[in-house]
């Protein structure tokens, strides 16, 4: 592969997503045991081992559409099958708190991914995996975490050079309580590659309320979100 060297012998079937690099040096180093390293091209690493008997897989994608395509599209050809992305948001919704975890039923998008890939002839929902997203509610029930199913916009844009509470609340209306940069893509590709996908995003910005959680306590809320994913990903 062009941007991964991990070998196929070195790849799980089940991979977690970070945007982060060093989130996921973080994890590997935290909460897998025996791991290797399998991939440092342009220090997006990624890293094999073993949590609760299982093989996982970590690799990191950056941040956008296009840099998680990129390494979605990679990984499948390698041979991987299930993949949960674990990234953070900003609220937009009152309905929405700091630290709330948000699986991801359906993203919306003002990228012109998903317009070029069907032609611009229909609006197509990007949407998960129905099984790893009932894992994932299950697994959160099961270890007492505060989690909300709802949509979100997957957005090319991270700062705005207008005012957007009028769209902020528009957007609410119809149920998107977050904004974040890559779940539309990791959705689309996987449906086309018949792969299974899900987005876990902690909310770690509150933009409409301009409210921030401090580095101390993005870690500690990240925890929570990482042990989510890797109980989801492994449960049958």
């Not at 973080?26 to 390293?37: D, E, H, P, Q, T």
């Not at 091209?41 to 941040?63: A, E, P």
């Not at 998960?128 to 505060?146: C, G, I, Q, R, V």
Request: proline share 3%; charged share 20%; aromatic share 8%.
């Amino acid at each position: 592969m062009i941007h991964i060297e991990t070998k196929k012998e070195e790849l799980s079937l089940l991979v977690i997503l970070p945007g982060d690099p060093l989130r996921g040096e973080y994890i590997a180093k935290n909460f897998l045991s025996n791991v290797k390293k399998t991939n440092s091209i342009r220090n997006m690493f990624g890293f094999l081992g073993d949590y609760k008997g299982k093989k996982v897989s970590i690799q990191s994608t950056g941040m956008g559409i296009p840099s998680i395509s990129i390494y979605l599209n990679e990984l499948i050809m390698l041979g991987a099958k299930k993949f949960i992305r674990i990234g953070t948001c900003g609220s937009i919704s009152d309905s929405t708190n700091l630290r709330d975890l948000i699986l991801v039923q359906s993203a919306a998008t003002d990228s012109s991914f998903n317009k070029i890939r069907f032609n611009g002839e229909i609006d197509y929902p990007a949407t998960p995996s129905f099984e790893l997203l009932l894992n994932a509610y299950k697994t959160a029930l099961n270890l007492d975490f505060k989690t909300i199913i709802s949509s979100v916009l997957t957005s090319d844009t991270f700062y705005y050079e207008s005012d957007m509470s009028s769209r902020f609340k528009l957007w609410e209306k119809y149920g998107l309580t977050a904004i974040e940069m890559e779940t539309a893509a990791l959705y689309t590709i996987s449906k086309g590659a018949n792969v299974d996908s899900l987005s876990i995003l902690s909310v770690t910005d509150h933009i409409v309320k301009k409210e921030s959680l401090s580095p101390q306590e993005r870690v500690n809320s990240l925890n929570d979100m990482i042990t989510l994913s890797l109980e989801a990903i492994i449960s049958e």
